[in-house]
Each structure stands twice: as C-alpha cells, then as structure tokens.
C-alpha cells in the first residue's frame, strides 16, 4: 500500500490519517524508564560489601546464630531501604516539575483545519503554524509569512532563524512570529529529537564518584577475603575447632566490612539534598552530589544562563558612532506602527521607554518582505510627510543617496559608505546583530504608498541588538573561580557574540575553539585544545558530548548545564548535570539535578553542600578502614597465639554495630572551612596510605593492651574479652574527633554536637554493658577499676600519638 500524500489545501483525510497512524505509531518520543522501587532495590544489593554481609548473614542462619544473623541483616535493610526511599522521593519532586499539558497542534484534515493532540500526528499531515506554537514534528515550509523559528533548544542559536518554502523544522522548535503552512515528513521515533532521546535510554556511565566507591568496595572484598582465609586455616589448624575458627573468621569480615557505608552516603545525600533544595536546587539522583562538591570545571551555554535570554537594544548610533535619540525614535515608530507579525527585534526596540510620539499619526505601511528585508511606515510628524524603513544594512544602503553625517545632510558617496560599512562590520564582530534605519520626506501626500517609494532615502543611522548578561553574574563568576571551578562556554551560537558577552562580565578567555575545528582532530588533541580553551562555539549535540568525555578523560570532574533538546547527551555524559525547571523534558530526564532558576547563583549555594557530603562521606571510610583494619589484624595477629579467642564473634559484631551506630551522626558533623575551598577527589591510593599508616598505630596499642591484660593481669576468656572490647570501642570512638579534621580537635575545629555526645554515649553504653546483667548475654565479665585506668591511660596515649601522626600525615600527603 502506497502512502498517502496529502494536497495542501485539503490535507490527509481522517481514513488516510487513521491508517497512517497504525503503521507510523503515536507522534511521541523515547524516554527514560520510570523508576522502580523494586529494581532500585535489587540494583543495590549487588554492591560487594553487601554481598559479603549477606553471605555472612546466611552462614550465621545456617547454623543457628540467629543474633549475629539478624544484626547483620538488620545493617543491610536499613542501609538499602533508607536509599531506595531518599531516591524515591527526590524522583517524585522532579515528576511534580514537569508540565502536565497535552501539546495541541493545528491540523487541516478533510480540508478542514482542526485542533488535535499533537501525538496524533503523522507523517504527510499539513501543520498550520504561528506565533507561540511548537513544531511538533520534523516537516519542510510550505509557504510562510515572516515566520521566525527559535531553534536554541536544538542548534544554541540564541536569535529566532527566518524559515522560508521549502526550509526545514524540526520538533522541539518555537515559531516566535509570523505564520507558516508546514508538510510534516517524520514523527515520533523518526524525529531528530527522538534520536537524541534514545541515547539516553543507554546506561549510564559510572562517574568519577561511583568509579572511586567500586574500587574502594572490592579493595575491602580483597583484603576480607585474605584475611578471613589466613585466619580460619591457622585457627582451625592450631585449635582444631573448625566451626568456631569459620564463626570467628566470618565475624571477621563483618568488622573489617564498613556495612554503614551505603547507609552513611544515603544521609549524607539525602541531608545535602534537603539543603540543596533551600537553595532552589531539586536533586533528582542523589549520587551525584558527590560529584558536585568534586567538580572542577562547569561546561554551560550562555543563553538564559550567563545572559538574560531576552534580546535587547543595547546601542542607536548615528553614522558618527554616537547614540541618537533620532535614530531610536524613527526605529520605534515603524516598530510600534506596523501591522504585520512583529519579530523580537520589534519587541526589544519597543520595550524600551517611548519617545514623544503626541503629533505623529500614521498614514501608510509597506509591509515586510523577504527580496527587501526591511519595512516602512509612513506618518505625520507635526505635519510633515515622513517614510521610515528600517531592515538588514546592505539592503537599506542600497536604497539610500545621502546621509546624516557630522551633524548635517550629506550625499551618500564611496567615502561616507565605506565608513558605514567599517562601523557596520565593528559592530557584527562584537556580537551585535546590526540593523539600519533611514528617512525621506515625502512632499506630496499620497493615497497609498509601495515599494517604489524606498528610493533616494536618507542613512540616519543603526540600531545594534544582544541577549544582554545579567547583573549579577560576573560576581557569580569569581565566587565560582574562588571555589576552583573554571567555566567552559560550550554553544551552538557564534564566537563574536559569545566573546562579547564575555568581555562584559568579566570572564577571562583563554582561548576560542569552533565546532568545525573540532572534526579535525583526534581525541587526544581534542582534549589538549579544549583544556586550553574558555570559549567552544558553533558545536552541534554530537560535539558537546564528545566535549564532555574527553574533558572527563583528561582527569576531570565535568558539571554540565543546559535546558535543550541539544544539551541532553552531554548531559547524560557528564559526572553531574543540571537542567533548568522550564526546560524541555527530555533535558530534564537526562540530569541529575534541576535548578528552578537557570542561575550561576544557584549552583554556587549549593557547591557548598556538595562539597560538606563528600568531605563527610570521606570521613567514615577513612576513619573506618584504618580503624577496622588496625583492630582485625589485631584480633587475627592475638587469635594465633593466645589460647582464646581475644574476642567473640558476637562481641565482635556488637563492637562493630555500635561503632557504626555513632557514625550515623557524621553527616551532620562541621566541614573545616580549608575542606571545602576547592574541588576534593576521592584518592584510592591515599585511602589506603592512610589505612597502611594508621591501621598499625592502632594494632600497636591493642597488643599493648593484650600484654597488659593478659601479661600483667594474667586475664583469660571473659575478662580478656571484656577488657579488649572496651578499649577497642573506647579508641575507636574517641579517635574519631582527631581523625575528623586537620586541625587540632576542640581548639581548632569543634565537631558537631550530636557527633560528639553520640561517641562519647557509646562509650558509655559499652561500660553500662559490661557491668550490668545485659553483659551476661554477651558473655561479657565485668572488670576491677586499676584494669579500667590501665585501659584509660592506654587510650590517652593513643590519642596522643594518633594526634601528633596525623599532622605529619597531612602535612606530607595534601589529602
């Protein structure tokens, strides 16, 4: 069966459009899959550290431990669920955002035009368009009348393109004036709009974040594994216990595996997007706070962002470079006078304060064309017979042969028109679009006037346009520089317009790469030219995600912002991404966080919270690893040669639970001012320098104190294990307020309150235990107070010595 192809003035019929309806399917685009509490949830049980506590959970059911089997399951639900719940949500707040309008297109059918949804669209339809609609499909101009597209959601072009027959559009476009009768040749998956929808649907790709957390993760399986097999085999092998040496192996593991850690990210996200919110930024992907307060480059168009995506009358000069009120008052009465479809040049001359127009009345209008591009009005100015054309330059000059020039009537000759011409291409270069005004008086009045009357005219002036910056980003902008983000403007607009802009607001260009340099190099040359570059201009969709990767490849934490149709692959590509609440919904879908004002000013704010989560998060795994790590080997290293486990699995467990229970205020912990005044990564190599180098501080005083307890005091099973668990959990506690920060705790750095009355009240309910009949359940025995001060004096001077070493480490590593 043949297409059906409609005629332009009756259209498809409803029995054709039916039909092509059932083969084509509905006009609409690909979009992400919604999210599913479910799937979120299985998706974040495959993380290793959980799969270990699992295991270790199901071995600890399989023979009947079932107080060991439901602390660890109880670490991994409230864990999981708390994450799956804060994504959950921050998903809602962003669907809430989304317009919830159907989009209606103008359809003739049966030679009728009718209002239809526009998903009903299809292929050979006729689309009738004006001012304010959206091109709902891809088609090609039929015929048009002054009709003016903004493509800036597609192409970054910030000035609306005039589209004439046989021209094409593309879904996701704007008629901002005139009117248009448009053939549609592809709908929904067919669209270029829907092919840039479908490459979000990929996965995607981990950031520079999630890439340090994988590492991280299988850097403690690893360990765990080695540890937890040397233990079992010696000490099944020397005590020939084999269930007790797996059970003591297995709770092993579960110490040396920091299970709070999903648990720790998810408040400290879900706290940093609560504040972030204040601050009129929603986060939709909470992982991606992470990589915000990493970021050290911010890649944004310019439009909306560091202008304020209005264009406006920025200058009306006179032939001498001078600002005429003559000019803009000409310029504003053929404006305001006109009757044809006004475009935003006419808008922003007239949004300006009008000139004294009392006596003028109009009389006549010579309609907009596109052979002249110019129009004219003719009025009565005081009773003086006056046409005004106003229009692209070379066309007003070549209807022009004298001029206003130093103040008087000049003949229009080579000399005066070459020094136009230099004033017109001065202006051009600095990113103004240029249009000029002329004048004639008409001596005789007439009954109607046309085109033949735009001849002998006289050059009065110009009249210069730009979307103008807004006032407060230059500030923005040395807030972002001090914070040690350098920004990258990454547009489908020209270089001229954009390096003005930047001229006005201060911001330094390195360097100026284009769209069409860019296929000629090679990733690796790309990455060296874009580093180099502030301004990257007259880049198509394709480009500015290729931007983004070779950015990222060269060791960088890209931030993207963008708002169009254009801007969702490199949203989707880059480590966080932010779109605008008014954006098109794709560019929604593909980021991690939607601003409600597209303003520099917003991401500054929340920088600053980005930057305390991540330092936060960073806390826990340093103090954990090093601290966990320090006390397994210990525990392994005593297991080998007392004649007693130095601890039970379920002393070792409730060691472990308590420690993490205290962490969960660390989200809510002070950030030293010096942490958050540049961009921080998350080093793998110096995470594990750190757990090298303070892990065996930390073993070096638990076998001080086996030699204490079990050397001096002479002390076996219950007493030992007693005494060893609370100066493990006392050390572990305390040397929390020193690992914390740089600086001297309490003096230059305080922690938060609930982070220290919480370490401090685990100490306390680890003492209640071991001295009240709850102990007996956890086989503890309680303790003469000299081993209590041996224990005390033992945890001073480890303090102590953690102190002093950690402010050699620091000062050696920049951590």
Known sequence: MQTAVATHNQGLSSAQAADALKRF?????????????????????????????????????????????????????????????????????????????????????????????????????????????????????????????????????????????????????????????VLIKSTGAQTKLSSIARRLAAPDELSEFDVGLKKFSYLIVRITFILVIVVFLINAGFKHNILEAFMFSLALAVGLTPEMLPMIIALNLSKGSLLMAKHGVIVKKLSAIQNFGTMDILCTDKTGTLTEDKIALIKHLDLDGNESDNVFRQAFIVSSMRTGFHNPLDAAIKANTPPPLEEVNKVDEIPFDYPRKRDSVVFSDKGVITLVSKGAFEEIVAVCSSCRFGGQNKIFDKNIHDKAEVMYQQLSSEGFRVLAVAQKVIPEKKEAYTKSDETNMELIGLLAFLDPPKKDVSETLQVMEDKGIEIKIVTGDNELVTKKITDEIGLKVKGILLGSEMSLLSDAALGLRVEAATIIARVNPEQKERIVKVLRERNHVVGYLGDGINDAPPLKAADVSFSVNNAVDVAKEAADMILMHKSLRNLTDGITEGRKTFVNTKKYMMMNLSSNFGNMFSMAAASLFLPFLPMLPIQVLLNNLMYDTSQLALPLDNVDAEDLAKPRRLDLGLIKKFMLFFGPI???????????????????????????????????????????????????????????????????????????????????????????AWIAGITVVYLVVTEAMKRWFFKRYDF
Do not use: C
Request: net charge negative; aromatic share 14%.
């Open 25 to 181: 399917g509905a006009n609409s685009i690909a979009s992400k899959e919604r999210f599913s509490i479910f799937k979120d949830f299985i998706t974040r049980l495959k993380n290793p550290l959980l799969i270990v506590l699992i295991f270790a959970a199901s071995v600890s059911a399989l023979v009947r431990d079932w107080t060991s089997s439901i602390i660890i399951i109880l670490m991994v639900l409230v864990s999981v669920v708390l994450d799956t719940f804060n994504t959950f949500k921050s998903e809602k707040a962003a669907e809430k955002l989304k317009a919830q309008v159907q989009l209606l297109a103008n359809v003739v059918r049966d030679g009728q035009a009718h209002e239809i949804p526009a998903v009903s669209i299809v292929p050979h339809d006729i689309v009738l368009l004006a001012a304010g609609d959206m091109v709902p499909a891809d088609g090609v101009v039929l015929d048009s009348k002054e009709f003016f597209v903004n493509e800036s959601e597609l192409t970054g072009e910030s000035f609306p393109v005039e589209k004439f027959t046989d021209n094409e559009v593309s879904m996701g476009s704007s008629a901002v004036s005139g009117e248009a009768t």
């Open 698 to 788: 930390s073993s070096f005083f638990d076998f001080t104190t086996f030699f204490v307890l079990f050397g001096i005091f002479h002390l076996y099973d219950a007493p030992f294990q007693t005494g060893w668990f609370l100066e493990s959990l006392t050390t572990q506690m305390l040397v929390v307020y020193i690992i914390r920060t740089k600086k001297i705790p309490f003096f230059q750095s305080m922690p938060s309150k609930i982070l220290g009355i919480t370490a401090l009240a685990m100490v306390a309910v680890a003492f209640f235990l071991t001295y009240s009949r709850f102990g007996n359940y956890f086989k503890f025995a309680p303790l003469p107070w000299p081993i209590i």
